[in-house]
């Protein structure tokens, strides 16, 4: 049997880009298929504004994501910067199950802290501030109470507003923190982290207490290919697709 392990991230699905839904829509009904598991380390979309929300192409993620779990392959899903209010709604009606970040899991006998990434950015603090406002209870209930109609506009309003703002902050500040890193891994006792959110795929290299630690950081996809971080017993490999 197959034994592999399939890790993606940063799809940023939208409207707007047809052509990274089609790629992930294929993902799902061929590569995926045969696969053990898959895991979704957050961004998936774009802009996630409930999970009662219909606008395309949704509705199509959420079919071709049902189908994929009922054949058996198991997938996981952490929520990004941007689709932090997919729910349990979602979850339901995909058969995805939604980790916390962090999250860790045994691959193949080593343990594997996994992140979206933006909670290792700790030099943003004012984004680190709203990341905190965001995620109480209240705050997204209040959100989610509002009319379908209002949260789009909001929604509309926010990306103009993220553009403007990430345009504005340096380099450095949008990267992770190497203190961060450590004492993450440190505190949940990994040599090994995989995450994406920076859109800067890499594998680093370094060592926490002597013993050789990894961190993987997976690529957006783009509309013009997809990267997925493949696990086996044997090893990793990146594929192209
Ligand atoms: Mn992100």
């Known amino acids: ?12 699905i939208s409207l707007e880009k047809p052509e990274i839904t089609r790629r992930f829509l294929a993902f799902l009904q061929n590569r995926a298929t045969k696969a053990t598991a898959v895991y979704i380390l957050g961004d998936l979309f774009d802009a996630w504004i409930g999970d009662d929300d219909p606008t395309p192409p949704n509705n199509k993620i959420r ?8 054949s058996g392959t198991q997938v996981y899903l952490q929520q990004g ?34 992140t979206h990434g933006d909670l290792l950015c700790t030099d943003d603090l004012p984004y680190q501030a709203f990341r905190v406002k965001s995620h109480s209870p209240e705050w997204q209930q209040s959100v989610l109470s509002k009319p379908l109609l209002l949260r ?18 340096s380099q450095e500040i949008m990267d992770v923190n ?8 440190l505190e949940h006792k990994s040599l090994r982290l995989i995450h994406g959110h920076t859109h800067r795929p890499d594998l680093h290299h370094f060592e926490i207490n002597g013993q050789p630690a990894q961190r993987f950081v997976l690529a957006a996809w783009s509309k013009d290919a997809g990267e997925v971080l493949c696990w086996n017993p044997t090893g990793h490999q990146i594929e192209v697709i």
């Not at 209010?85 to 802290?113: E, M, N, Q, R, W």
């Not at 190497?178 to 891994?185: G, S």
């Open 1 to 12: 049997m197959n034994q592999e392990i399939l890790f993606i991230s940063d799809l940023h």
């Open 63 to 70: 079919k071709q994501l049902k189908q994929l779990t009922a």
């Open 81 to 114: 910067n941007r689709d932090f209010l997919l729910g349990k709604k979602f979850s339901h009606d995909t058969g995805v199950t939604l980790l916390d970040d962090y999250a860790v899991i045994d691959l193949y006998g080593t343990s594997t802290v996994l």
């Open 152 to 169: 789009l506009l909001v929604a509309r309003w926010y990306r103009l507003r993220s553009y403007f703002h990430k345009r504005n902050k």
């Open 178 to 185: 190497q203190d961060t890193v450590l004492k993450v891994m």
